[in-house]
């Protein structure tokens, strides 16, 4: 049997599932990490799952022509994950980012073919840290940009393959652990992942696995902790705004923030304990689940998401 594959949208999906039995030893919890090694994928990140999921399902429903661009907003990962995707199936590609994200992402689409739009940030706003507001007028600018361009805007905070998507890899890491995750923690952005993870381990788990929203201090909008004019160092969420993805009532059980300086600290011990070399989010995962091992879900099994890899943030101060 053939082994080679003809398109490199086939090698997205079906990544390890890595018990990070090594920091628990360093740090002395009790109960078990599953992270899913999303940094993996093709383009290095979760988001190639999303990327081809929503360019197949306008594929599927005639709602991209051929030879008609596409067109997305990202803090850069779904840019890199769709200019990937486009790059395989022929589409022009247009990215439009906020300029607080790490040049290696801007780079990283270039190479792919893909064409990058940089927005300003707003007033006052801190080069590295893309707020709320940010995040606004990188929106404005995509709009704009898909009426004059006639282009298909793939809109990754409504569209929803970004939930469907992730909902597979929910079930590859339930399957992986052999069943046991009790819990899951993830930092969110457009909350599809979380969304994903958390209907499919739920189903999975017979309604019993508990899944807990990740945030950063200061600026966690489902744990009731907004502190105004709070800034974070975490790149690709913690926009601090409601997520339309998110059912409060039957995917989220709790939250957890968690500090720039402790998701960093998690970043690094990822990399000299397990050899897993992520960014800033993956890290903020793994600082969630280990306060939840030490708190309520204590002995229990967590999993969590390597969103990334740390090539992506090398001019950031995660790395720099």
């Not at 300029?99 to 707003?122: I, P, W, Y």
């Not at 929803?160 to 597979?168: D, I, L, M």
Request: with cysteine.
């Amino acid at each position: 049997m053939d082994q080679y594959i003809t398109s490199i949208t086939q090698a997205i999906g079906k990544t390890p599932l890595l018990r990070l039995d090594k920091i628990k030893a360093h740090l002395g919890f009790e109960g078990d990490i599953y992270a899913k090694l999303e940094h993996l994928n093709p383009s290095f990140s979760k988001k190639d799952r999303i990327a081809l999921g929503m360019i197949e399902l306008a594929e599927e429903k005639g709602l991209l022509k051929p030879g008609q661009p596409v067109l997305e907003m990202t803090s850069g990962n779904t840019g890199t994950g769709v200019a990937l995707v486009c790059s395989a199936k022929g589409y022009r590609f247009i990215c439009v980012m906020s300029r607080g994200n790490s040049v290696e992402r801007v780079k990283m689409v270039e190479a792919f073919g893909g064409e990058v739009v940089l927005v300003d940030q707003a007033p006052g706003a801190v080069p590295g840290k893309v707020s709320g507001e940010d995040l606004r007028l990188v929106e404005i600018e995509a709009e704009r940009l898909t009426k004059e361009l006639g282009a298909y805007y793939l809109n990754q905070f409504t569209n929803p393959s970004n939930a469907s998507s992730q909902e597979v890899a929910g079930i590859e890491m339930w399957e992986q652990s052999g069943g046991v995750i009790s819990a899951f923690a993830d930092f969110i952005g457009t909350g599809g992942t979380y969304a994903g993870y958390a209907a499919a381990l739920k189903r999975s788990s017979g309604g019993l696995a508990r899944c807990y929203v990740v945030e950063p201090q200061g600026c966690a909008y489902y744990g009731g902790e907004i502190i105004p004019g709070a800034m974070h160092r975490i790149q690709g969420g913690g926009y601090a705004r409601e997520i339309e993805f998110l059912d409060r009532t039957a995917l989220v059980d709790g939250a957890v923030s968690v500090s720039c300086d402790d998701a960093i600290e998690m970043t690094h011990l990822l990399a000299a304990k397990e050899g897993v070399f992520s960014g800033f989010s993956s890290g903020a995962n793994l600082m969630g689940a280990i306060q939840l091992l030490r708190g309520q879900e204590k002995g229990k099994s967590i999993g969590i998401v390597i969103n990334d890899c740390g090539l992506k943030y090398m001019s950031t101060p995660l790395w720099a």
